[in-house]
C-alpha cells in the first residue's frame, strides 16, 4: 500500500498558507477591537474603537492556524472536512475564516467580502444587535457553540458516525480537556467503524492556561501525554512551537501524516481487511503559545504565552493612548495591505487557498445538518399495537411493544438511524431491536458474547454525557436517534439538554439553516419502579427542568399504556427542531386504549375515559380523578375502581393526559388545550384530584391560568423514596389508590361525614398493606392481583 | 530509606483470609436470597427464599475480596483507612464486612453477631422496613451511595485532602470508570500534597462487564492500560487471575507494595524533600471474574465470568427445584460450617482478623464525618461591611466583599476549610482570597505563575464535577467548603447535587450519623452579567431544581448587595446538613443596606424597604414593587424611581426578598413566613410586581397558596439571551425598570388611562435605549449613570 502524502507542502504553499493565517488574524483582532478605520487606512482614533471590549483572543491564533491549514488538506486531498471548535469562545477566529473563504457574505450579504463588509464584520461582533462573541448557530460551519466545555469530541464523533465520507478534524482546548465529558469521549474510536463511518482527527490544542490557571495537559511532560493517549489507543502526534515558519512546515507535514494513516485505515477496513483490534487513530497534540502573535507583554506584564491573553489582552485602547498604540501595531504586524487589496477583498492568490463551494469548511452541508436530513421510513403502528379486548384485560411491557416499532425502523433506515443508552437498553426492554441489528462493538468480541458487531447499530456506553454527545452530533449532521435512559440519571445531562435547546432556539430562526431532526429521549425505569435500586434511582424531576425552555421547542409525554407509547413514539420520531421527553414504563401494566382510542387520545393530548368514570349524561360529576404517567393511571384506576364499589352513587369522572404541554393554556404552549376544552374536561368548579408522575408542582405550574386550578388537589413524587415493592413506593408518596380514594372524598362537600366507614376502611387496607410487606416483603394479593374492574359489569358503566 | 514490606503475608495468613473472604461471600449471598435459614441447619425450602430476589451479585466477591485484604494492611500497619465502594450497589459485600467486624451489630443492635442476628441481617436486606440494595448512608462505614456512578475516586480525593493519617482505597468499578466525571477524577493526584494531605489508593476493579456488555476498560490491553494510567501519572500494579490461592498471594504482596510506595512519599514530603513533579502514585488493577466464587452456568447459560452474574444469577430459587439446589450448592461451596459456630458468631481466628475499634473501617470516624467536624471560626460580619451613608450612594463588587470575609476564613481555620472552582475564583472577584492562600498546584511552577502553591487551598480545575465531588468528599469527612461558580453552568452537577441531598435527608434521621457541614454554593456571574458571554452562559435554572429537594435540606438566598452577601456567606458557613445556593453579583453595582439593616432584614428573609417606596403612613400602597436578586432588585428601584417621578401621587411599596424559602408557607417550609407577617408585607389585595432573578414561575410557584398570590405578577429571565450589553439583557427579558413601571401602571386599577403619557414616555425611554445600544455598543448614559434616587430628597420620602 502506498503510504506516502499526494505531495508536501511547498515552501511557496507554507508561504501563503502564512499570509492566510495572518488575514484571520487580522480579522480576529479587528472583530474584538475595531467599529470603524477597519483597514487602517488611518491612525487609530478612540473613536475607532469599540466601548466595550468583548471576546476572546487567547486560543484564537490557534484555531486560525489550524483552519489554514485544513483547508490546504481539504484542496489537495478533495475531502470534506467539518471542523469542531471546542474553543467555540473563540468566536472571531471562526467567523473570520468563514468570511475569508467566502461563505460568510454568500450567507449575510450584508457582510460582504469589501472593505465595507468588513467594517460590518468588525462592527457586528460582540455587539449589541449583532452576533454573539461564541462560535453559535449563526457561525456558517457550526454545529457546536463551545461555551459550555466538554463536549467537542464528544459531537465530533457523533457526526462522524454513518458518514464514510467525512472526516471531522476536533480541536479540543486544554482547559476542556479537563472536563470528565471529554476524557471520556477519546473512548470514541471504540465506537467508529472505518468502513462505514467517517474518521475523526482530534486536535488537542495546549496553549497551556484557562482563564487564570495553567492547564493540566499543558503542564504535562511530551511523555506522560504520549502514554496516556496511547493508552486510550491513538497515535499522538506533537506539534510543538511558536516560530510561525518553523511550525507551518511541521503543522503540514503532520496533518499530511495524519490524514495518511486515515485513508490507510479507511481503505483497510473497506477493502474487507477486518481485525479484531480498534486501530490507533492518529491525535495531534498542537502545543503553541496563548495569544500567539500578540503582544508578549501590557504595562510589563507577560500576554503571550500567559493567561493574560485569554481575553482582551490590551484593555484601555479608548482612554490610553499607549494601549492604542500598543492595538495599532499588533494589528499592523499583520501587514494588512499585503493581504487585502484596494477595495479591502483578499488578494487572488490568498482567495486561492481555500476550497471551493461546498468544501469551504463554513459551507459544508455537514454543518447544516437539515440539508442532508432523510426523512425517516417509518411502518404503521397498526402493525405493532397492542390488542385490546377490554380496557384493563391485558398486561404489557409498553417499551417491549415500542421496541418491535424500533426494530422496523432499524430495517427500513439502515444508515441514519441509531439508539443510544447507557448500558440501559435491555434493561428498559428493548431487546426486540437485538432481533435487527446489534451493539456497536470495535473491540474483541469473545465467543460467548451476545448482541455485539462492528456494524450493530445501539450504541451502549456507561456515560449518559457520550449518549447524549453522540446522539446531539448524529442529530445536528442531519440524522435521526431516540436515547433510553433511566429516568433519574437523565439529569447527568441537564446542562448538555439546555445547550441543545438554547442552540435549536436561536437555529429555528436563521432561515440558512434547515431543520433537524428532534431531540427524543425515551425515560424508563422511572421512578415508581426503581422501588428494587432504592432512592438513588428514584427522581423525576427531568421534566422540570424541561419544562423551563421555550414552548415552541419542548414537548413531554407520560403514556400510561403500548399503544398510546406507540403514537407518542412514532409522533417524536416525525417531528424537527424539538426535544421530545417520552417517560414510559417497562415492567408489565395493564393496557388500557386500544390503538383507535390512543390515536384519538394522543392526538387530543388529554381527554375523559367514559368507561372507566360513572357519570350520568348530562350532569357534571362530583370529582374529577386525573392522572398522568403509567403508574398514577393505575392507582387512580383502582382508586375509582374502590370509589365505585363503596360509594356507587359517588359520580367520577376519569381524565387522563398524556401531552404534559396540554395542560398549559394556549398562549403558553401550542399545544395548550384552548379553554372551553380544557374546561369542558376538568370542569369549572369541581374537585380534581390529579395523580402525578413527577413532583406535584409542576402541574400547579402548568395549570395555574386554569379557571378551575383553584380546585386541583395533585399528589406525585415527594421525594420519599427506598428499596421496597412497587406498591409501597407510591404509598409512601400517598400516590397510592388508599390515599387517592380518600382525597376524593374529602374533597367533595359533604362527603367526609357521609362516608366516614369508607375512610376507615381505605385507613384498613393501609394498614394491612403495611402489616403485609414488612412480614412478606412483596405486594398483598389484593394489590398484586388487582384489575380493573374488580366487580364485574364495572366497565360498563357510564361507557 | 526501607523500602521493604513490614512483613509478607504468610500462607497461613492467606488461608485464614481465604476463610474470611468465604465469610463474608456467604453472608453476601445470604442477604439477596434468604428469610430464614440462614446457617443452611435444614435443607433449603422455597418458604426461606425471599419472594422477591433484589441485589447485585457480580460485583460483590471482588468488592469482598478487596475488604478483607485491607484489612489485613491495616492490622499489619496501624493505618486508618476510608473504603469507597464505588460500585455501591455491590450492598450486601459493605453490610457482610461490617457486620463480620462487629460494627453492624454495635450501630444497629438488633442485627446482633449470632444466628439470629445474622437471620436479621439477611432478611432486612432490599426488604420493606428494611436496608436499601446499595451501599447507603444506613451503611456502615460508607460515605459514597454509589447509586449514580462516576463519582467515588474524585470523593477519595476530597476525603483526603488536609487528612495526613488518612488513607482512602478506592474502589472504581470498570462500568464507572467509563463515565466522565471518573475519567478526570484520575487527575486529583495532581492536586493531593503528600507532606499535608492523605493517600488516595485507586483499585480499577475489571469485572469485564456491566449489566449486559462488556467493558472498555476490561477489553483493554494490559499495555494500554499500563500506558493510560502511567500517562495519567500513576503506577499501575496488576492483580490478575480467578485462582484464589494465587490471587490471595498476588493481592496481599501488591497492597504491600503500594502501600509502601505510599509511605516512601509521604515520609519524603514531610520530611521536606520537594520535587517539581507529582510522585507516581500507585493503583491497582483488579482483574478478577463478575460474579467470582458464584455459579459457573445456570440453565446451560454462562454466567460467571459474564454479565448474567450481575444481579441475581439464579433467580426463580423457590419455584424451581434446580436453582434451589444450585443456590443451597453455592451456599455449602462456603462451608458456613468452618466459617461460624454453633451460635452462629464469626469463629475467634477469623474474628482476629478485623482491626479494632475505630481502625475497622465500618467503625472509622473519618466515615462519620461530623464526628470528626470542628466549628468553624469566623470573624464577626460588621468588620467587613461596607459603610452606607445613602441607599444607593456606594457602588460595589458584592463578592469581592465576601472575599475579604473568607479570607479572614483562610487565616483562622488553616487546616479545614477550602474553596473550589473551575478556573472561575479570579472571574466571579473572590481573588482577596489569594492575599492569604494560592491555588494548589503540584506540578511545576514556572517564574511568572501567580498564585499556585503546594499549599494553596483554593482548588480550581476546569470541572465542576471535580469541584463538587471534591467539596462533598471534604465536607462528608468533617470539614467546610464553599464552591464557587458561573451560574449557568452549575447545572453540569445536578445530578451530584441530587445525589447529596438523598444524602443529606436520609443520614439526617440516623441517629448515629453526626451533622455535617452544609453544601454551600455561591453562584456568580449570573445570568443577568453574562451579557459579554452570551446565550450559552445565560442560565438561572439551577433554583428550580434545587427547589424539588426536601424542605429541610434546601435554602435559596438571593442577596441584593454586599452586606446582605455577607450575612448570608456566614450564616449558611455555620449552618449543617444542609444546601445553601447563594446567587450573588459580582459586577460594580449599587449597594443598598448598611451592615445593621442588612442583618435584620436578612434574618427575617424579606422586608418592605421604606426608604425606597412613598406609602403614606397606615395606608395600603397602591401597588407593592417587589424584587429578588441584585439586578432585579436595581431594576425596580429605577422603576420606583421613575413611577415616583412621573406620578408622585402613586403610593408605592417596595419588598425585597432574600431568603427565597419565605416566600413558602411555614408548613412547606420552616423558613416560611407565617401568614399574617406575609400579608401585611404584600398586602391581600394590592398589585404586586414582582422582579425576579430566575424564571418567573418559580415565584408562582414558592407563593401560590398566599393570600394575595392573584395579583402577583412576575417577570423574570424568559429565556432570551445573547451577546449583548446588561441592560439590554434586562430589555430582552422585559424586567428592566421601563417594562417594570409599564406593569406597575397597567396593574393598578384605573391608572392606566390617567397615565396614559406616562406609558407612552416610558415606550420612548425603550425605543432611544433600543436606538442607542444598536448605534454605540453600550448602554444609554441615562441607564449607565442611573443612581438612586434621581431626584434630590427621593430618598427621604416615606422613611
Chains 1, 2 share one sequence.
Not at 472536563?179 to 482527527?201: E, I
Not at 493517549?229 to 506539534?239: K, R
Not at 494589528?331 to 487585502?340: A, E, I
Not at 421496597?724 to 400516590?735: A, G, K, Q, R, S
Request: proline share 7%; glycine share 8%.
Amino acid at each position: 500500500m502506498d503510504t506516502s502524502s499526494p505531495h508536501s507542502a511547498t515552501e511557496t504553499e507554507l508561504a501563503l498558507l502564512d499570509r492566510y493565517w495572518r488575514a484571520a488574524n487580522y480579522l480576529s483582532v479587528g472583530q474584538i477591537y475595531l467599529m470603524a478605520n477597519p483597514l487602517l487606512r488611518e491612525p487609530l482614533q478612540p473613536e475607532h474603537i469599540k466601548p466595550r471590549l468583548l471576546g476572546h483572543w487567547g486560543t484564537t491564533p490557534g484555531l486560525n492556524f489550524i483552519y489554514a491549514h485544513l483547508n490546504r488538506i481539504i484542496r489537495q486531498r478533495d475531502l470534506n472536512l467539518l471542523y469542531i471548535c471546542g474553543p467555540g469562545h473563540g468566536g472571531p477566529g471562526m467567523v473570520a475564516n468563514t468570511w475569508l473563504e467566502g461563505t460568510y457574505s454568500e450567507i449575510y450579504p450584508k457582510v460582504s467580502a469589501d472593505a465595507q463588509g468588513m467594517q460590518h464584520l468588525f462592527r457586528q461582533f460582540s455587539f449589541p444587535g449583532g452576533i454573539p462573541s461564541h462560535a453559535a448557530p449563526e457561525t456558517p460551519g457550526s454545529i457546536h457553540e463551545g461555551g459550555e466545555l466538554g463536549y467537542s469530541l464528544v459531537h465530533a464523533f457523533g457526526a462522524a458516525f454513518d458518514h464514510p465520507d467525512l472526516i471531522v478534524p476536533c480541536v479540543i482546548g486544554d482547559g476542556e480537556a479537563e472536563t470528565g465529558p471529554l476524557a471520556a469521549s477519546w473512548h470514541g474510536t471504540k465506537f467508529l467503524n472505518a468502513a462505514r463511518d467517517g474518521a475523526v482527527l482530534p486536535i488537542l490544542h495546549l496553549n497551556g492556561y484557562k482563564i487564570a490557571n495553567p492547564t493540566l495537559l499543558g503542564r504535562s511532560s511530551d511523555e506522560d501525554l504520549r502514554q496516556l493517549f496511547a493508552g486510550y489507543g491513538y497515535e499522538p502526534l506533537f506539534v510543538s512551537g511558536d516560530d510561525p515558519q518553523k511550525m507551518h512546515r511541521l503543522m503540514a507535514d503532520t496533518l499530511d501524516r495524519a490524514f495518511d494513516r486515515i485513508r490507510d485505515f479507511q481503505q483497510q477496513a473497506r477493502q474487507g481487511h477486518t481485525s479484531d483490534s480498534v486501530p490507533a487513530w492518529p491525535m495531534i497534540i498542537l502545543r503553541s503559545p496563548k495569544g500567539w502573535t500578540g503582544p508578549k507583554t501590557v504595562d510589563g506584564k507577560k500576554v503571550e504565552g500567559f493567561w493574560r491573553a485569554h481575553q482582551v489582552p490590551v484593555s484601555e485602547c479608548r482612554e490610553n493612548d499607549e494601549h492604542r498604540q500598543l492595538l495599532q501595531n499588533w494589528l499592523q504586524s499583520y501587514r494588512p495591505d499585503d493581504l487585502f487589496d484596494e477595495q479591502g477583498r483578499l488578494k487572488p492568490e490568498l482567495q486561492a487557498l481555500a476550497p471551493q463551494g461546498e468544501k469551504r469548511m463554513g459551507a459544508t452541508p455537514y454543518a447544516n445538518g437539515g440539508r442532508l436530513r432523510k426523512p425517516l421510513k417509518t411502518r404503521d403502528i397498526r402493525e405493532f399495537a397492542v390488542k385490546i379486548d377490554k380496557p384493563g384485560d391485558t398486561q404489557e411491557q409498553s417499551t417491549a411493544v415500542l421496541a418491535s416499532y424500533l426494530s422496523a425502523i432499524f430495517r427500513d433506515n439502515p444508515d441514519n438511524f441509531r439508539l443510544f443508552g447507557p448500558d440501559e437498553t435491555a434493561s428498559n426492554r428493548l431487546s426486540k431491536v437485538f432481533d435487527v441489528t446489534n451493539r456497536t462493538w470495535m473491540e474483541e468480541i469473545r465467543d460467548y458474547d451476545e448482541q455485539l458487531a462492528p456494524d450493530g447499530r445501539v450504541m451502549e456506553i456507561l456515560s449518559e454525557h457520550q449518549c447524549q454527545g453522540w446522539l446531539e452530533g448524529y442529530l445536528l449532521t442531519g440524522r435521526h436517534g431516540l436515547f433510553n435512559c433511566y429516568e433519574a440519571f437523565i439529569h447527568i445531562i441537564d446542562s448538555m439538554f439546555n445547550q441543545h435547546a438554547k442552540w435549536l432556539k436561536v437555529s429555528r430562526k436563521l432561515p440558512w439553516r434547515e431543520p433537524i431532526a428532534s431531540l427524543n429521549y425515551l425515560l424508563s425505569s422511572h421512578v415508581w419502579r426503581q422501588d428494587h435500586n432504592g432512592y438513588s434511582h428514584q427522581d423525576p424531576g427531568f421534566i422540570d427542568h424541561v419544562i423551563n425552555k421555550k414552548a415552541d421547542i419542548v414537548r413531554v409525554y407520560l403514556p400510561p399504556d403500548a399503544n398510546t407509547l406507540l403514537w407518542v413514539g412514532d409522533h417524536c420520531l416525525k417531528t424537527w427542531d424539538r426535544i421530545n421527553v417520552i417517560i414510559a414504563g417497562k415492567q408489565p401494566e395493564p393496557q388500557w386504549l386500544s390503538m383507535d382510542e390512543a390515536i384519538a387520545h394522543c392526538e387530543k393530548g388529554m381527554g375523559i375515559w367514559p368507561w372507566a368514570g360513572n357519570e350520568k349524561p348530562g350532569k357534571q360529576p362530583d370529582v374529577v380523578m386525573a392522572c398522568a404517567g403509567d403508574v398514577p393511571t393505575m392507582e387512580t384506576l383502582a382508586a375509582v375502581d374502590l370509589l365505585r364499589q363503596y360509594l356507587p352513587d359517588l359520580s367520577v369522572r376519569v381524565v387522563n393526559v398524556v401531552d404534559l404541554m396540554a395542560l398549559q393554556t394556549r398562549d403558553q404552549h401550542p399545544h395548550g388545550l384552548e379553554e372551553q376544552d380544557f374546561d369542558a374536561i376538568f370542569t369549572r368548579d369541581r374537585p380534581v384530584v390529579f395523580a402525578f408522575h413527577g413532583y406535584p408542582a409542576l402541574i400547579h405550574r402548568l395549570a395555574y391560568q386554569r379557571n378551575n386550578h383553584p380546585n386541583f388537589h395533585v399528589r406525585g413524587f415527594n421525594e420519599e423514596g427506598t428499596t421496597t415493592t412497587p406498591f409501597d413506593m407510591t404509598v409512601l408518596n400517598e400516590l397510592d389508590r388508599y390515599h387517592l380514594a380518600q382525597e376524593a372524598i374529602l374533597r367533595v362537600p359533604g362527603l367526609q361525614e357521609k362516608a366516614a366507614d369508607v375512610l376507615d376502611k381505605l385507613q384498613e387496607k393501609l394498614a394491612a398493606h403495611h402489616a403485609w410487606v414488612r412480614e412478606y416483603g412483596e405486594d398483598i394479593p389484593e394489590v398484586r392481583d388487582w384489575k380493573w374492574p374488580s366487580q364485574e359489569g364495572g366497565g360498563e358503566v357510564g361507557d
